[in-house]
């Protein structure tokens, strides 16, 4: 079942870290409907696939400008 976007506007990696650590979950636009970046237990997490792996930062996740937050 795909994850519903909030609407709201877009925003870039620093933010979306910043609301990973308020312990919100984030995806990008680019990215399907199941993929979203979250924190546990103080390690950065992307649920992929229906699978939770830890998150290898890629250029485009860093300098990305198009986060959001998902319910």
């Given at each position: 079942m795909p994850?519903?976007?909030i609407k709201q506007d877009q925003f870039n990696?620093?933010?979306a870290l910043d609301k990973v650590l308020e312990g919100k979950k984030v995806t990008k636009l680019e990215?399907?409907?199941d993929h979203y970046g979250f924190m546990r237990a103080d390690i950065l997490h992307i649920?992929?696939?229906?699978?939770?792996n830890v998150w290898s930062l890629s250029t485009g996740d860093i300098s990305g400008?198009?986060?959001v937050v998902v319910e």
């Open positions: 994850t519903p976007v990696f620093k933010t990215w399907h409907n649920h992929r696939e229906g699978k939770d400008e198009d986060y």
